[in-house]
T-cell receptor, first 115, second 113 residues
Framework: GAGVSQTPSNKVTEKGKYVELRCDPI?????LYWYRQSLGQGPEFLIY????????DSGLPNDRFFAVRPEGSVSTLKIQRTERGDSAVYLC?????????????FGQGTRLTVV | ELKVEQNPLFLSMQEGKNYTIYCNYS?????LYWYRQDPGKSLESLFV?????AVKQEGRLMASLDTKARLSTLHITAAVHDLSATYFC?????????????FGKGTRLSVIA
């Protein structure tokens, strides 16, 4: 399909484990965003990539969270030593940012549950 | 720090009625976005409002933007059950469009017969 793809759709992990969440943006989109959405809340910004580099990582809650986008396309969000408070839906979005039109398109999300 | 506030947060309305959801934001962002989210689903883009005075309509939904008042509205006309969902507004972190979006808490709309 032509949309933003995220895998896995669901992930259950034990407290203290390491997890990786993958995002495949829309082809050609240079900007990629990660958000976290807790139950009943709006998405909260985590990190934003422009190409391969992290343009803004001010939303990452602590140093257990890290994200990469080595070739400017697929991105991986990595969480070390997971805690129960990390449980949420992690959303990825991409945008083309051409002509000043920066509409972001969201993937289906990865529901992370830390038990 | 940009704040985006929506009200109401919960809205129960009868089919056929009209209502408006309000979105206030605290910086000089010149564009505003509305998204819809169904339970367990991702966000679907509804409207992109790019300038002061912009008005867009799609079916029973109409969105407007007043950048001077830092206010956007989402008006629902003659509501139907299919409109039941959570609606989010979002603004850019800074005036530049190339920055992440900051979302409101969402308005959970329930349309009842």
């Amino acid at each position: 399909g032509a949309g933003v793809s995220q895998t896995p759709s669901n992930k259950v992990t034990e407290k203290g484990k390491y997890v990786e969440l993958r995002c495949d943006p829309i082809s050609g989109h240079t900007a990629l965003y990660w958000y976290r959405q807790s139950l009943g809340q709006g998405p909260e910004f985590l990190i934003y990539f422009q190409g391969t580099g992290a343009a803004d990582d001010s939303g990452l809650p602590n140093d257990r969270f890290f994200a990469v986008r080595p070739e400017g396309s697929v991105s991986t969000l990595k969480i070390q030593r997971t805690e129960r408070g990390d449980s949420a839906v992690y959303l990825c979005a991409s945008s083309s940012q051409t002509g000043g039109h920066t509409e972001a398109f969201f993937g289906q999300g990865t529901r992370l549950t830390v038990v | 720090e940009l704040k985006v506030e929506q009200n109401p947060l919960f809205l129960s309305m009868q089919e056929g009625k009209n209502y408006t959801i309000y979105c206030n934001y605290s910086t000089t962002s010149d564009r505003l976005y509305w998204y819809r989210q169904d339970p367990g689903k991702s966000l679907e883009s509804l409207f992109v409002l790019l300038s002061n005075g912009a008005v867009k309509q799609e079916g029973r939904l109409m969105a407007s933007l007043d950048t001077k008042a830092r206010l956007s509205t989402l008006h629902i006309t003659a509501a139907v059950h299919d409109l039941s969902a959570t609606y989010f507004c979002a603004a850019h972190l800074t005036v530049s469009g190339n920055t992440p979006l900051v979302f409101g808490k969402g308005t959970r709309l329930s349309v009842i017969a």
